[in-house]
Each structure stands twice: as C-alpha cells, then as structure tokens.
C-alpha cells in the first residue's frame, strides 16, 4: 500500500490524515525523524509557518525532511506548508527559515487585511470540476521560476483598483503546492495530483493523463 506521512507537528493535520485514508492509502502522522522511514510522499500541512519553523527544529525533523525533499520524496504544501517549501520567504520572522525546494516567492499573510480569509471556486488544470478553496491568512506566490507550473490562480486587486492574476495552485518536480486549504473542502483532488500517479512522474505528466480521464 502506499504511505503517505502527514507532519504532524501543528496545525490541521488530522484533516489531510482523513484526506488520505479517503483516498485509500495509510497515512502516517509525521513527528519524528523514524516516521519518514519508507513512505512515498509527505504532506505539509497548513497552520502557522512561524510555529511549524521552531517545532520543526526542536523535533529533530527539519534536515531529515530537507534531504527527502531534496532526493525527490513527492509533497504536498497547503498554505503555511506552501511557505515551507518555498524559496524565499517575505513578511516572515527574522528567524524564519524554509526548505527551498520549490522555486517561488511567497509573501506570508499576503492578501491583505480586508480579505485575510475567503473562499473562491477555482479552475485548476486538469480538473474538470471547480475546486472549493477555502484561504485563511493565505501567503500571496510572489515569484514562480521558470520550472514551475501555475495550475490555477485568482485575481488580486491592488488598493487602487488594479487587478493582476496570482497562482494559487503549482507543481514542480516532484511538489505540488497551493495557497489555500483544500483539505477543509474535502476535495482530495490535489492529494491525488501530487501522490496517487506522481510517484517517479513528472506532474506535466499527471495533468495529462487527468485531461484524458475526463474528456
Ligand atoms: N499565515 C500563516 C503562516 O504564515 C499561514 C496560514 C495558514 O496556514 N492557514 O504560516
């Protein structure tokens, strides 16, 4: 069976654990290095990136993790998981750190005062039915490297009116990662895109093969 690790550390981990036995695979709550023994893929929950940064440390898991991300174990990030998979990271504390295996710019707690948390209905690539997204002190994606897939993105307005289109769902390589929270819709699509056919699989690959599913 596949085994999926959840980090199980802070935040609403026991959803994407639900998430995974939905799809029915054996989730594994991450909170030791030994609970990364064996599985293929690990998902990095939401909550607070600031939190998950110290308890990340003290718990011993943060080289472990940085070297399976590194050797290509395929993760999912939601939200505050997203900033820690993230290359750079603004608005964060002085002692905020993060994995830097995915290549984009993120802006902690991005969407602004008024619009802290909302939901939207988004079109993500390769799926047929709009996804629920539920964003709740959502970081902004501020910069996607040339390698990165933007799978879906929502408007953005600027206090003077302008508009501009941020991703919210990327993939790349063996990571998927999104601003939001897809696991408090109960929508296991992006649990599915990043796990159930990316083992050893490019995600350009795995939108493919969904368009073909579902034409
Ligand atoms: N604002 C949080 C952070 O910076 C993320 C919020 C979330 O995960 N819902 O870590």
Known sequence: TVRI?????QGDFSEHLAMVAELGWHGVPVKEAADLVGLDGLVLPGGESTTQCLLLEASGLRCPITEELRDGLPALGTCAGLIMLSRT??????DQWSFGVLDVAVRRNGFGRQVRSFEANLVVEGLVDVMRAVFIRAPVITEVGDKVEVLAS???RFPDGTQVQVPVVVAEGSLVASSFHPELAGDPRLHELAFGRSVGRSIADIVSTLDEREE
């Open 154 to 156: 929502v408007p953005y």
């Open 89 to 94: 990271v603004i608005g964060g504390r002085e």
């Open 5 to 9: 690790g959840v980090l199980a550390l």
